[in-house]
C-alpha cells in the first residue's frame, strides 16, 4: 500500500516539476519535513524498546540447592532492569558439555506471569529429552551442562484480562 501512494506522489511531483515548479519544490519540502520527523519519532521509539529489551536478563545453571526436583532441574534467574512491567518472556535454553563448544540441548521456554519493574525472580524448568542432540546421553546430569539463555520473544505491560 506504501509504494502505490509514494508513486502516486511521485508521478504527482514529476506533473508539478513540469508545469508549475515552486509548488513542486514546495512539495517535496513539505514531504522531506514530514519524513524525517517520522523518521526521528520511529528511531526513538525503537531506541527505548530495545533499551527496555536489554534491561531483562536471564541467567541459568543448574543448581541441586535452587531446584531440589530432579525434575526440574534448570534454575532461571530472570530480572527486569526496565522501568515497565514484562506481561510476557520467551527464551531459548542453550546447553553445551563442559569443556566443549557444540551445543548439546536446545530448548524453547516461556514465562508469562508478570514481572515487576526491578523485580527478580527465580523459577526452575524441566529438561526435555528431545532438546537433546543426537546422541541422547540415558543419564541426564544438568550438572554436566554449561548452560545459556538468549531471551527471543518479550511483551511488556499488563496483559490482557481472561
Not at 10 to 33: C, D, Q, S, Y
Not at 61 to 75: E, F, Y
Not at 89 to 105: E, M, N, P, V, W
Not at 130 to 152: C, L
Request: charge should be positive.
Amino acid at each position: 500500500m506504501i509504494w502505490i501512494v509514494a508513486a502516486a506522489l511521485a508521478l504527482l511531483l514529476i506533473e508539478l516539476f513540469l508545469r508549475r515548479r515552486p509548488w513542486a519544490l514546495a512539495l517535496t519540502a513539505m514531504i522531506a519535513a514530514i519524513g524525517i520527523i517520522v523518521w526521528i519519532f520511529s528511531d526513538s521509539q525503537s531506541r527505548q524498546h530495545l533499551d527496555a529489551v536489554s534491561a531483562v536478563t536471564v541467567n541459568v545453571s543448574a543448581d541441586g540447592r535452587t531446584c531440589v526436583d530432579p525434575a526440574l532441574p534448570v534454575a532461571a534467574v530472570i530480572t527486569n532492569g526496565s522501568g515497565n512491567a514484562v506481561s510476557r518472556l520467551s527464551f531459548d535454553l542453550i546447553g553445551r558439555q563442559q569443556g566443549k563448544s557444540t551445543i548439546a540441548y536446545r530448548g524453547y521456554l516461556r514465562h508469562d506471569q508478570i514481572i515487576a519493574p526491578g523485580a527478580t525472580i527465580t523459577r526452575c524448568y524441566p529438561l526435555l529429552y528431545h532438546g537433546f542432540a543426537h546422541p541422547r546421553p540415558q543419564i541426564i546430569d544438568a550438572t554436566k551442562y554449561e548452560w545459556s539463555a538468549h531471551v527471543s520473544l518479550m511483551s511488556f505491560g499488563e496483559p490482557p484480562a481472561e
